[in-house]
Nanobody
Framework: QVQLVESGGGLVQAGGSLRLSCAGSGRTFGRSNMGWFRQAPGKEREFVAGIRWYDTVIDTATQYADSVKGRFTISRDNARNTVYLQMNSLRPEDTAVYYC?????????????????WGQGTQVTVSS
């Protein structure tokens, strides 16, 4: 069992930055694949970024949606049981509720239905 709590959301102007944190608890957090998803009003929840637990080569451990590639960076600190999402060059279209998710094993690790545990979400609003 993994419990997740997101923080770090807020209101920022376009071009600004935010760093989201996802604090996890549970014995298996360090061995969980982690993902960030977001859901904008009237839209379906979509994959943003993911990081695998077993791969120490960062280029293969992480993956991103095309819409955030080059602007967002996902990272994890297993000693702190925390996953981060650094968001730079924010755009109004990044406005959404951002969710952290975890799962012990997944294939592509990009699908919402692949993840077993979810946080409550944190609101990110980017003004133009």
């Amino acid at each position: 069992q993994v419990q997740l709590v997101e923080s770090g959301g807020g209101l920022v102007q376009a071009g600004g930055s935010l760093r989201l944190s996802c604090a996890g608890s549970g014995r298996t957090f360090g061995r969980s694949n982690m993902g960030w998803f977001r859901q904008a009003p009237g839209k379906e929840r979509e994959f943003v970024a993911g990081i695998r637990w077993y791969d120490t080569v960062i280029d293969t451990a992480t993956q991103y949606a095309d819409s955030v590639k080059g602007r967002f960076t996902i990272s994890r600190d297993n000693a702190r049981n925390t996953v981060y999402l650094q968001m730079n060059s924010l755009r109004p279209e990044d406005t959404a509720v951002y969710y952290c998710a975890a799962v012990p094993a997944c294939l592509r690790c990009r699908g919402e239905n692949e993840y077993a545990y979810w946080g409550q979400g944190t609101q990110v609003t980017v003004s133009s």
